[in-house]
């Protein structure tokens, strides 16, 4: 499908990664997502939200698809990455889950670093219910269950509160106790 040049000026929605562009347009009649300015293609979509929704992910896989990263973490199926593009300086946080994808610029190295830890642990405490999440001074990750755990619990090996050095440790630490809570409901 032919879209008008100029998509920019046009667009609903843009983002610039390196040399690559993504434009949301909302005309000519329908919803279109415009991958990249030099090959001025487009795909059509049924409502807005699918457009967005495809928009979102050709930008976040992208990103995603290089290994510069300055920050990175991945568990069950979620990757959260923090990217520098040189040339323009910008930071780039992207991430996707089975359900969701985002990326957002930043010009600022320490609020891009802020914005991912706060991520990361909005997205794990959105994987791992009942759980409190946070990153200690000394750059240990942590969570503690809102609710301590019963006897059965106990006795099945259940924290209160679990450590690691990582987010995608934390991830898996969590899954871990998910298991031990599961065998002791089944005891």
């Not at 329908?30 to 487009?42: M, P």
């Not at 930043?106 to 997205?123: C, G, M, P, S, Y």
């Amino acid at each position: 499908m032919a879209v008008p040049h100029d998509p920019a000026h046009h667009a609903r929605l843009s983002y610039s990664w390196r040399d690559e562009n993504w434009h949301l347009l909302d005309q000519p009649a329908t919803t279109v997502v415009l991958l990249n300015d030099s090959v001025s293609k487009g795909e059509s979509y049924a409502t807005p939200a699918l457009a967005e929704q495809a928009f979102w992910r050709a930008v976040t896989d992208s990103l995603l698809s290089h290994q510069e990263r300055v920050l990175t973490t991945a568990w069950d199926g979620t990757e959260v990455g923090l990217l520098v593009d040189y040339s323009t300086g910008l930071f780039h946080l992207a991430y996707r889950t089975p359900n969701s994808t985002a990326a957002v610029s930043h010009t600022d190295e320490a609020k891009a670093r802020e914005d991912w830890e706060e991520t990361v642990r909005t997205l794990l405490a959105e994987r791992f219910r009942g759980w409190s999440i946070w990153r200690s001074n000394t750059g240990g990750w942590w969570a503690t269950r809102h609710a301590a755990p019963n006897k059965a619990e106990a006795m099945s090996g259940c924290a209160r509160t679990v450590d690691a050095d990582t987010p995608a440790r934390l991830a898996e630490c969590l899954a871990e106790q998910e298991r031990r809570t599961r065998t002791a409901a089944a005891s």
